[in-house]
């Protein structure tokens, strides 16, 4: 009885110092690996999402754990920065490619308005000359050659003031002298299909963000009247606190939306991208919706302080 007792006795102790034994195993593992993986697997989440400078997932802050997981999180900052290295190259490029593009567009403009225009409005005036001598006398009078030099007058003046709305589209002088919504009003205005309207005070932002919507503005109505052949397409410029938003919403063919505005440069359209690549610049984002048959609706909103990882693009198709 005394050796079943105490034989009892033994393998009572042995059955908690294994439960013990196994409580500490579970804390150790638990502290050791599962709760520094849990900290790890939050970190990759919020790579995922672009959160990278959330002050609670930042990645300057050890999560502990055995050595292979404090490996891992060296290597999951390693690529962060490299992440983070070629975001910032790549915003650089966008700024310098942006740029680049309104520098030429402004170089165009100078060009045209101080040669082409220049040489156009002389002979302009050389016609202008020609006839009033057919008309005072000075050649043998000819009424069809009067009527021809009168008609290639007119045409003349024509293609110049068309070369003055193509040099106002190259550099919109407009929108710094009077803001983006007066800008657009000008810009709708003697165009029978297109409707402006804003919403909210008006306030100026700065330049990039001004020719950034009016860019926008610019490429979507004309998408609008010359591929969705829209009859009616109304633009909204909308102001809150934070932020500038421009919707632009047309009764035309529509289209079928990618899920990715990228494809559309596989299909040879670059006017989109462009608008994406200047909002995403700015922090902000682009939303469309169509559905052929339907219409189109594209909204550009562009926040007043700029998130460069901020999502810059959605796509939705209307049911």
């Known amino acids: ?20 034994a196994f409580v500490v195993g579970l804390l150790w593992v638990s502290i050791r690996v599962l709760i520094p993986l849990r900290r790890l697997a939050k970190q990759a989440e919020s790579i995922m999402n672009g959160s990278f400078n959330t002050p609670s997932l930042t990645f300057d802050k050890p999560v502990g754990g055995i050595r292979e997981i404090e490996q891992l999180q060296r290597s999951l900052r390693s690529m962060v920065d490299q992440i983070q290295a070629a975001r910032e190259i790549e915003t ?17 403009a100078r060009e045209i308005h ?3 225009i220049q040489s156009l409005v002389l002979v302009s005036h050389s016609i202008e000359r020609a006839a009033q001598a057919q008309t005072n006398g000075g050649y043998q009078s000819n009424p069809q050659l009067s009527a021809c030099l009168e008609s290639a007058r007119s045409q003349l ?22 803001g983006l919504a007066t800008a657009i009003e000008v810009l709708c205005e003697n165009r029978p299909t297109l409707a402006f309207s804003v919403k ?4 100026g932002t700065d330049h990039a963000r001004e020719l950034a919507i009016f860019r926008a503005v610019q490429e ?22 934070d932020s500038v938003a421009l919707e632009v919403r047309d009764d035309g063919v529509g289209f079928q939306v990618p899920p990715k505005l990228q494809e559309f440069a596989v299909r040879g359209h670059y006017g989109l991208l462009g608008i994406q690549e200047r909002v995403r610049h700015l ?12 219409g189109t609706c594209i909204t550009v909103m562009i926040p007043t302080i700029a998130n460069p990882f901020a999502p810059t693009f ?4 209307l049911n």
């Open 200 to 203: 909210g005070d008006v306030y």
């Open 220 to 241: 979507i109505t004309r998408n609008a009247e010359s591929h969705a052949h829209a009859k009616q397409i109304s633009v909204t410029l909308s102001y809150s606190p």
């Open 1 to 20: 009885m005394n050796m079943d007792f105490a034989f009892d006795g033994v393998l009572h102790w042995c059955c908690l110092l294994a439960v013990f």
């Open 157 to 178: 003046i024509g293609t110049i003031d068309s070369l003055r709305q193509v040099i106002a589209n190259l550099r919109p002088t407009i929108l710094e002298e009077l």
């Open 314 to 317: 959605a796509a939705t198709v």
């Open 92 to 108: 650089a490029y966008r700024k310098a490619l942006t740029e680049s593009q309104e520098n030429e567009r402004m170089h165009l």
């Open 283 to 294: 922090g902000g984002k682009v939303n469309l919706i169509s559905k052929p048959a339907v």
């Open 114 to 116: 101080d040669d082409t």
